[in-house]
């Protein structure tokens, strides 16, 4: 029994040297002819202690050569970013400096606008008409390019006013080129969107009324300050339409023949306000609490 035993651990260690001979022999086979004749101490060094029978040193000869054939191709690439440095910034070009006149269809320039309010406030009447505060003059509301007339290449501008004191939208066309007013009309129960100096009035009537005590407290609460300025809120809207309403207050009865605003209001980079159940009726300056 010992015997076979012993036979039998023999040609198990005898199996495991021919092995491990066959796998350098395999490996040396197996590499590229360029790996032979590096005389770097990557390559022709490593193979000779390869040579010793160790597969782990003949691989890290390789892996040498590797490391230093994936260096060389680095420096290689003149594009390549070193390691650890940033790409430089990106750079935006200037925009194009805006003329003081537009050609066909581009959007009105600042100076047109500008000259097409004025133009359109110029009629005698104008002074007789009312702005959102109550002073001389219409308010203005907008201006947008005019659609051009067939065959003729002119600039026309449309600019939209309101006269709070007769509740009425002017509409007027300005020829940019000649300087003259070409049409103007007026309009009852038309209501434009809101323009920003209205809402700033709708929120400068909410703080000045009894109802405003609520906003001041929440902004108070918000802060810890007191709220005193209309410039201390952030602050959006549009129209209260009443077709739009399920209920609307009698006092609101005539919202869209008058105009009438709601906001929505927060903190400067803070919390939100509610102020969405405070309707303002700018024409007759009142501040009505809905829901």
């Not at 925009?95 to 537009?102: D, T």
Request: include cysteine.
């Amino acid at each position: 029994m010992y015997e076979i035993a012993r036979r039998h651990l023999g040609k198990v260690v005898a199996g495991a040297a021919m092995a491990v001979t066959g796998t350098a022999v395999a490996v040396a086979i197996s590499l590229p002819g360029s790996a032979g004749a590096d005389d770097t101490p990557g390559g022709r060094g490593a193979l000779g202690a390869g040579a010793a029978g160790t597969a782990a040193g003949t691989a890290g000869a390789v892996g040498a050569s590797s490391g230093l054939q994936g260096g060389e191709g680095g420096e290689g690439g003149e594009g390549a970013q070193s390691a650890g440095t940033a790409p430089p910034p990106a750079t935006v070009a200037p925009a194009a400096a805006e003329g003081r006149k537009g050609v066909g269809s581009d959007p009105l320039t600042d100076d047109e606008l500008s000259r097409a309010e004025t133009l359109a406030l110029t009629p005698p009447g104008a002074a007789a008409q009312q702005n959102v505060e109550g002073g001389r003059g219409p308010q203005h509301l907008g201006t947008d390019l005019a659609d051009p007339l067939p065959g003729d290449g002119t600039r026309r501008a449309e600019v939209r006013l309101y006269d709070y004191g007769r509740d009425e939208l002017i509409t007027r066309t300005v020829n940019l080129d000649t300087g003259k007013v070409e049409k103007s009309a007026s309009q009852r129960g038309v209501q434009p969107s809101a323009h920003p100096e209205e809402l700033r009035e709708a929120l400068e009537l909410i703080l000045a009324s009894p109802l405003g005590k609520g906003v001041k407290e929440d902004y108070r609460d918000a802060t810890g300050k007191a709220l005193t300025s209309t410039t201390q809120l952030w602050f959006n809207g549009d129209l209260y339409r009443t077709y739009r309403e399920a209920n609307v207050p009698a006092q609101l009865s005539r919202c869209g023949e008058h105009r009438c605003v709601r906001l929505v209001t927060k903190v400067l980079n803070g919390a939100w306000i509610d102020t969405r159940n405070l309707i303002v009726d700018l024409s007759a300056r009142t501040v009505t609490r809905v829901g």
